[in-house]
Nanobody
Framework: VQLQASGGGLVQTGGSLRLSCAAS?????????MGWFRQAPGKDREFVAA????????PIGDSVKGRTAISRDNAKNTAYLQIDGLKAEDSAVYFC??????????????WGQGTLVTVSS
């Protein structure tokens, strides 16, 4: 499975961002759990959000809780991450991930290349 993340860029504090992750390859890309992690400079990679192929969402990561939503369109084999109320500490490389398991594990099998999000004032 190949994952292509997009939608990152420079955003002002308080703004919103929508990241996309398109999956391709595999026997049935739509039957994978998908999700997002992020890694800021000098910090460990942290979990952000995940969604099963049936649309069941895992609990959102604490650092973005209340202002983040994950969704997917199985017809397009694409997952989306919407983050509102962006803060400087949201600046990071955002990685999409996928796994054949119903619920995305903390060490997914497949990773995208990452998309950089920079939040500035």
């Amino acid at each position: 499975v190949q994952l292509q993340a997009s939608g990152g860029g420079l955003v002002q504090t308080g703004g919103s961002l929508r990241l996309s992750c398109a999956a391709s390859g595999g026997t049935s890309s739509s039957r994978y759990s998908m999700g997002w992690f992020r890694q800021a400079p000098g910090k460990d990679r942290e979990f952000v959000a995940a969604i099963s192929w049936t649309g069941v969402r895992s609990p959102i990561g604490d650092s973005v809780k209340g202002r983040t939503a994950i969704s997917r369109d199985n017809a397009k084999n694409t997952a989306y991450l919407q983050i509102d109320g962006l803060k400087a500490e949201d600046s990071a490389v955002y990685f999409c991930a996928a796994d054949p398991a119903y619920a995305l594990p903390r060490a997914p099998q497949y990773w995208g290349q990452g998309t950089l999000v920079t939040v500035s004032s």
